[in-house]
């Protein structure tokens, strides 16, 4: 019966534990949000404005719809239609694993953040401020930007932009200028090549 007793303790103090670790690491979500709540699809299933996004989410959206997603504390991330994506994150990163399309990935200062292209480019955000970078693919449509923008998301020689107003260096891709870090409505129904 001891030994009973002992391994009922040894159990209890495990959980006890672990209910104080999810307590102290508190799970970061993001909230979708769509134009006009039309539906995207998200881990395969048609979602629309509000949705919770966890990390490790497989993104994909239809022709004609552009979403945000956005993350408390840490960014955002703007995507055009035709857009296919996983976005993994915690406190302090935000990674994106382009499949196809076209996205904007804005970090706030403290924050990196990386967009990785099927052809193996990364594009980092500069952590010591406020920055977004852009990643694209070959032949994917994006909104008629404030900057020219490259092939596979290279900022144009010359281009010079800043993210809502305040100057942000850019390791390896080019600047969103506009409303917030994002350029024009990536949901617009006239994207631009």
Known sequence: MTLKLGKALALAITLGVLQVQMLAAPTIMGTLRTRDNKPVLVNGNKVSSGTTILSGARIQSPE???ATVDLPSLGRLDFAPNTDFVVTFDASKVSVRLKAGYVVLTTRKGISGVVTTPDGKAFETDS????????????????????????????????????????????????????????????????RR
């Open 64 to 66: 004609k719809v552009g």
């Open 128 to 191: 010591s401020k406020l920055s977004s970078v852009i990643g694209r693919t070959a032949g994917a449509l994006g909104p008629e930007a404030s900057v020219p923008i490259g092939a596979a998301g290279g900022m144009s020689a010359g281009a010079g932009a800043t993210v809502g107003g305040v100057g942000a260096a850019v390791v390896g891709g080019a600047t969103a200028a506009g409303s917030n870090g994002r350029g024009k409505d990536l949901s617009t129904d006239k994207p």
